[in-house]
């Protein structure tokens, strides 16, 4: 647990005209874990976790959540890999087979601007506690860093 805590570290820079604040819920359960995060001007929570060997990983925990009737349910994701075009069927073959093989969270396809993006995403409850907030942020940022490595050998961050 102290290793997982002790990779997640702030992002550079200050938020700037934010449009929305973040989910109280969440922004309670990141100061009890002492880690610093910024609010984007979505409302949503950034962090950068630090994976393995100098490797860095953006996550990101949303505010806005939807229902299933009763359960509310939040995501937490990470981009693991990006493309100006479709992704090739050895790479989306890749994604899905990895998808077998977590035990939280699933690889998800979206167009974001003009690439498309392959997130790592954990769906949880939006009343979560701190450990399992903790262990989903560390899921996700692990999934897609080492995906992102082994897809693209960089570390994009």
């Given at each position: 647990?102290?290793i997982?805590?002790?990779?997640?570290?702030?992002c550079?820079?200050?938020?700037?005209?934010?449009?929305?604040?973040?989910?109280?819920?969440?922004?309670?359960?990141?100061?009890?874990?002492?880690?610093?995060?910024?609010?984007?001007?979505?409302?949503?929570?950034?962090?950068?976790?630090?994976?393995?060997s100098?490797?860095?990983?953006?996550?990101?925990?949303?505010?806005?959540?939807?229902?299933?009737?009763?359960?509310?349910?939040?995501?937490?994701?990470?981009?693991?890999?990006?493309?100006?075009?479709?992704?090739?069927?050895?790479?989306?073959?890749?994604?899905?087979?990895?998808?077998?093989?977590?035990?939280?969270?699933a690889?998800?396809?979206?167009?974001?601007?003009?690439?498309?993006?392959?997130?790592?995403?954990?769906?949880?409850?939006?009343?979560?506690?701190?450990?399992?907030?903790l262990?989903s942020?560390h899921?996700?940022?692990?999934?897609?860093?080492?995906?992102?490595?082994e897809?693209?050998?960089?570390?994009?961050?």
């Open positions: 647990m102290a997982m805590l002790a990779g997640l570290t702030t550079a820079g200050a938020q700037v005209g934010a449009l929305k604040t973040g989910d109280p819920r969440v922004e309670k359960l990141l100061k009890d874990a002492d880690l610093k995060y910024r609010v984007d001007k979505d409302g949503d929570f950034r962090l950068v976790n630090e994976t393995k100098d490797r860095r990983q953006i996550a990101f925990i949303l505010s806005n959540t939807s229902k299933l009737r009763s359960l509310e349910i939040r995501e937490v994701w990470s981009v693991g890999y990006r493309s100006k075009s479709p992704f090739s069927a050895s790479v989306s073959n890749r994604l899905l087979e990895q998808n077998s093989k977590v035990k939280l969270g690889w998800q396809v979206r167009k974001m601007g003009e690439d498309y993006v392959a997130v790592f995403v954990a769906q949880i409850a939006a009343d979560t506690d701190k450990l399992s907030l262990l942020l899921a996700v940022t692990t999934t897609a860093d080492e995906m992102e490595e897809l693209t050998g960089k570390d994009d961050l």
